[in-house]
């Protein structure tokens, strides 16, 4: 069963996310509008009509759902338009994210119709990951979206949907990644980083420099610098990514949930 309408809300800082969401969405003909929090945080309610669908995708950040998406995603609301819940992570594991994610909507007024896990090229060590979303996940995807049709199908019948999404409902503490991005001699001070940083931790004026306290370590900086300038670097970082491709190596497949 197909729908007239879908929004597509997604934090995409590399694109991986927008990229699952997008995926899911060409499986149904529909019009796609999109809600991209990372160019146009929601600051104001926007609702969904009931004869709508939502697919709202978040990354994955330690465990969680980022948490300035969280006070976004407050204004979401939905009027038991169903959804479809998606966390993208960087193959070491998705823990309490989608979950989290999940109850977010329903507490918004959404019925959420199916949830799934899918796996990106990890934005802070991308040999972590390299090459997914592969052709695998597409399918997946693709079968995912299939689910989710039948489910809409059973709603417009009158049956109750209610989805079990992998999570511990205390989720974890919210983390912090201590590593943070840095520019280089290649800046051309053009300010694109420091306009789209979600955080305002790049100064306009100054942008060689980056506020350690306020930055989540998104990569939006690094992912949309036009001269390739920004990167994380450094002997701690170095170390970090070692030993965290030597942890994360084993090759994990998506998880659905319908
Ligand atoms: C601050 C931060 C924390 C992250 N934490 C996790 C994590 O707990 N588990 C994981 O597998 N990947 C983690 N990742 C990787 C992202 O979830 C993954 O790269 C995601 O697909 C990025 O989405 P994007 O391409 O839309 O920005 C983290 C990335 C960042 C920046
Ligand atoms: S986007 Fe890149 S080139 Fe432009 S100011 Fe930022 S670091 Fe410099
Ligand atoms: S400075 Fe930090 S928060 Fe801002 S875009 Fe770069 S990584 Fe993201």
Known sequence: MNRKNITEVFFSPNGTTQEVVQTIGRNFSAEAESCDLLRAPLQQDKRIPKDGLAIVGMPVYAGRIPGLCREWLAHLKGE???????????????????????????????????AGAFIAQHSIFP??????????????????AEKCKENLACLAAGETIKIVVKGNPEYREPGNVPLKPSADKA????????????THSIPKDDPWRTNQKTCISCGACIHNCPAGARAFRGPMYAIAEKEFCKKNAAYRKPELFY
Do not use: H, W
């Open 80 to 114: 038991e338009t169903p959804a479809m819940a998606v966390a993208v992570y960087g193959n070491r594991d998705y823990d309490d994210a989608l979950l989290e994610l999940t109850d977010l909507l329903e507490e918004n007024g959404f019925t959420v119709i199916g």
């Open 127 to 144: 040999k972590v990951g390299a090459g997914r979303p592969d052709q695998a996940d597409k399918e997946a995807m693709a079968l995912f």
């Open 187 to 198: 800046c051309t001070r053009c300010g694109v980083c420091a306009s789209l940083c979600p």
